[in-house]
Every structure is written in structure tokens, then in C-alpha cells.
């Protein structure tokens, strides 16, 4: 894993299935040869889980090859951090993702939206008396499963909240009710000694820094950011090509760690770089996040072009 002033240096995957795994460990020699040093790996629902086997999806990912996967990243010195999607991002399309299809009652919008016509994805809600212990034991086996000194809770994009739909909340401020889910989860993980990653866009105003709505927050989420611990890391992604990136120095402000995350734009990704690397000299600029989002699959990673500009960038 990098040391403690190393850049960072990542990749953030989605694997759904064993095959996934078995391509990426052939792949990781190639990666580790181009600079990475990170590999962030999104298993939401996609792992065998002990604790809850209601809950896994149709192809999990066995601890067998996860073990497989923490042995060959141990060998090449690349820090493995699992990713679980927490809060928001609970369905996609017309499918409900099994937390509540299994535990309806978490919905933060139960009994709306058939089929999720008519919302981008569904919520649980973060003030449910039970959802923590779940999920909990979800984070948990990931830790253990992964070796993990650190787990990313995704949390990008949450639109349901404080839903008039929720009657636990209902005329409640989305801001505080963001800032509890955010600091439940960190509370848990700091008591497991493990670090804690974020998506950043809910934390940043939209009308102040003039991103959109899916990269900053017109649901009043943002003033969450002065509500939560400052030893989060913030992954601060942006995909498109702009001229600066103010959630840069923002964050930093702050008191944040911020891990820039780009995706499959190459002129984006030298742009967002180049950005960040006038913040170079601030230790809490860490590096940079190669996001992928199918598209490239595990076993092509290495010849993908945003990846390569990225890590060629990073090694100057």
C-alpha cells in the first residue's frame, strides 16, 4: 500500500462476479507496472455473505476469491479498500436491490413509485432503528473478507430524503439527517480501526459552485459538510472538462483529505489533474481515482486510455 506521503495512485471497480475477480487478479501485475497503488473495489450485494445470505446477489463473489484477490494485491504492495453503497443508490432502473426487497419496511419511500417509475433510485432510511444493524454486519464481513484498513460508503447521489413519504423523516432537515447516516457509519468503522471513504458530491452547493446536480447537491444536503468528522476521505468526482474545479480547494478548506475522481474522458482527466496537482503541496491532497463504470472491463484496464494519461500524469 502507498506509504504515508505516496500519491495515490487508484482504481475504482464494480465486480459482480467471480469471473470479474479472476480477470482482475491477471490484470493486476499490468496495473501495479503503470503506477497504481489503489484499487477500490464496489461489492454492494455481489459478496456471499454469512451474516445475511438473504442479501447476496445472483452471483456472489466467494471469500475463496476475495482471499485470492487480497493475496495477489498483498504481493504487488496495492492497498484493497471494498466499497458498499450505503444510503442512497438502493435500486437501478426498474430492479430493487435485495436490502429492500428483503426489508421492505427500510424503504424511505415505501409503497411509492411502482416499478421506481418516476425516481432515479431508491433510499433506506438512515433514522430506521434496525438498517444500522444490518449493515453493520455487512461492513463488517467486507472488512474481515478484505483485510481492509479503510471501506468506501459510496453515499454519490442520495435524492430521497427526508422523504414526506418517511414518517420518521418527514419535516426533517435533509442536511441533518445526511450528517447522522455519514456519522453512524464513520462511528462504526472508527471503532473497527478503519478508515472511512465518501463520495464528496452531497457535501457541495450547487448554487455556490456552480456544478450540476449530480456532482453537487440542490436538495439541501450540503450543509452537512459541517457536520462530520474531518479524517473522511472525501473522493471528489467530476467527469466532464471545465476550466477549474472549485470542490478542490473547497474541500481542502475544510479540513478534508480529497481524492479526485475522474472517470472516461481523457481531456477531462488531464484537465481535473493538472487542476489538483496546484494543490500538490497540501498533504491532504492524496492523489487521483480512476473511476470506470463498465466502461472498461477487468482485464482491459491496462490499456485504457483515461488510466494511462492519468498515471503517466501522476509519475511526473
Same mark, same amino acid.
Given at each position: 500500500m502507498p506509504n504515508e506521503h505516496e500519491l495515490w495512485r487508484g482504481i475504482h471497480l464494480l465486480l459482480s462476479s467471480n469471473n470479474d475477480v479472476v480477470f482482475l487478479m491477471k490484470e493486476i501485475p499490468k496495473l501495479v507496472n503503470l503506477g497504481v497503488n489503489? +484499487?477500490?473495489?464496489?461489492?454492494?450485494? #455481489?459478496?456471499?455473505?454469512?451474516?445475511?445470505?438473504?442479501?447476496?446477489?445472483? *452471483?456472489?463473489?466467494?471469500?475463496?476469491?476475495?482471499?485470492?484477490?487480497v493475496e495477489?494485491?498483498?504481493?504487488?504492495?496495492?492497498?484493497?479498500?471494498?466499497?458498499?453503497?450505503? +444510503?442512497?443508490?438502493?435500486?437501478?432502473? #426498474?430492479?430493487?436491490?435485495?436490502?429492500?426487497?428483503?426489508?421492505?419496511?427500510? *424503504?424511505?419511500?415505501?409503497?411509492?413509485f411502482p416499478n421506481n417509475e418516476g425516481i432515479y433510485c431508491r433510499s433506506w432510511c438512515p433514522q430506521h432503528p434496525e438498517?444500522?444493524?444490518?449493515v453493520f454486519s455487512l461492513f463488517d464481513e467486507l472488512i474481515d473478507a478484505f483485510e481492509s484498513d479503510a471501506l468506501h460508503v459510496g453515499i454519490d447521489e442520495v435524492f430521497l430524503i427526508a422523504s414526506e413519504y418517511c414518517p420518521r423523516c418527514r419535516n426533517h432537515s435533509p442536511s441533518k439527517l445526511f450528517a447522522k447516516a455519514v456519522n453512524d457509519y464513520h462511528e462504526h468503522l472508527k471503532e473497527r480501526g478503519v478508515e472511512m471513504l465518501m463520495w464528496g458530491d452531497r457535501l457541495l452547493d450547487s448554487k455556490t459552485t456552480g456544478y450540476g446536480m449530480w456532482e453537487s447537491s440542490e436538495n439541501q444536503t450540503h450543509p452537512a459538510i459541517d457536520m462530520i468528522p474531518r479524517d473522511i476521505v472525501i473522493c471528489?468526482?467530476?467527469?466532464?472538462?471545465?476550466?477549474?474545479?472549485?470542490?478542490?480547494p473547497f474541500f481542502l478548506e475544510k479540513g478534508f483529505r480529497v481524492l479526485p475522481s475522474g472517470w472516461k474522458d481523457v481531456e477531462a482527466t488531464k484537465a481535473f489533474i493538472a487542476f489538483s496537482?496546484?494543490?500538490?503541496?497540501?498533504?491532504?491532497?492524496?492523489?487521483?481515482?480512476?473511476?470506470?463504470?463498465?466502461?472498461?472491463?477487468?482485464?482491459?484496464l491496462a490499456q485504457w486510455p483515461p488510466l494511462r494519461v492519468a498515471m503517466e500524469m501522476l509519475s511526473q
Open positions: 489503489i +484499487l477500490i473495489i464496489e461489492v454492494d450485494y #455481489n459478496y456471499a455473505y454469512s451474516s445475511h445470505p438473504e442479501l447476496r446477489g445472483p *452471483d456472489p463473489i466467494t471469500l475463496d476469491n476475495v482471499r485470492a484477490l495477489e494485491c498483498r504481493v504487488h504492495s496495492v492497498r484493497l479498500i471494498p466499497q458498499f453503497q450505503c +444510503l442512497g443508490h438502493q435500486s437501478w432502473s #426498474n430492479t430493487t436491490f435485495p436490502l429492500l426487497v428483503k426489508y421492505p419496511e427500510f *424503504d424511505e419511500t415505501l409503497g411509492q438498517i444500522n444493524k444490518i471528489d468526482w467530476h467527469y466532464t472538462l471545465r476550466d477549474d474545479y472549485p470542490s478542490i496537482q496546484k494543490y500538490r503541496d497540501n498533504r491532504r491532497m492524496l492523489g487521483y481515482l480512476c473511476t470506470t463504470w463498465g466502461a472498461v472491463k477487468p482485464g482491459q
